[in-house]
């Protein structure tokens, strides 16, 4: 290992728990404008400090590309909460042929290992965990993304119930694009800008809405810049979690951010959790919500600003 290669961070890791080295290079996929670990020359980085994913076939494809990114020798501090993937790493590292030093603080496991100079099982694990086109569902996806292998039943009782729209339109949060393509089946529909935080998400929704009237944008839904303006509708199935816990105050920004970007007398479509307190802010930001469908604990609003 060389200190003249550099350093890279995947994610936010609690200050508290991991150093980082001056100028790490941000590689997270959720971290708009970030460079990509997988596109790395093999033995580029000189260390990397990952706040693992949770999912296991995400976790381990960053973390395979985490090792083939380094140099040899080089240092790969890897942590995550108990809970959420940490208790896993240990034997994750070791199966890739590493030496771990494993240490526990505030409920975060964090391993500590050097690149060895013949991992094992690289390959595997970055073809597991890799973009993919899906025969379940006919679309590219890739684990790690939102019900990346099926359709979840929030955003199909929102497809049942959408009515033909019309004219410029967001789906904040597009995910692989399955609702966009609902959108985009509509020949009023004149432009539909689609944009997510998720770097791998927008690419997956480029492979599976393939039309001219779509412009994607890896961004984060809550910036006024990232989303156009004067719409005549919005779509969305808001995120409700950040960092793995729920937070309710994503999806209620996502609500004004729409009620912001449409013109008046534009609606809004969204589909939520029933459990999720979407009401009080949709009533706020809009002239007129009805509530036009619910099942299996899901609950659909039409907002008219
Ligand atoms: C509940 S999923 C819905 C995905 C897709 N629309 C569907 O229905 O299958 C929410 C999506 O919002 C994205 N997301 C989370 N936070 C975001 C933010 N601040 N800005 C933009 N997208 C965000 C996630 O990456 C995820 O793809």
Redesign the pocket.
Known sequence: MTDAIPAGVWGHPPADLVALPDGARQLSP?IPGSAALEELAPGHLGSLTILAPPGTLERRHALAHALRALAPGGALTALAPKDKGGARLRRELAGFGCAVDETARRHHRICRVRRPAEPAGLEAAIDEGAPRLLAETGLWSQPG???WNR??P??AL?LGALPALAGRGA??????G??ARAVLASPGVEALAL????RR?VAAARRNVADARAAFAW????DAD?VPDRLDFVV?????H?GGAEDQA?GQA?IRRAAGALRPGGTLWL?ANAHLPYEAVLSEAFRQVTPRAASGGFKVFEARR
Do not use: H, S, W
């Open positions: 959720l993304l939102f019900a359709i979840d929030g955003t929102l789906d904040l949060g597009c995910g692989l399955v609702i944009v997510d935080i998720d998400a961004a984060d839904a809550r990232a969305m199935n808001p995120p409700f950040d994503l996502f589909t």
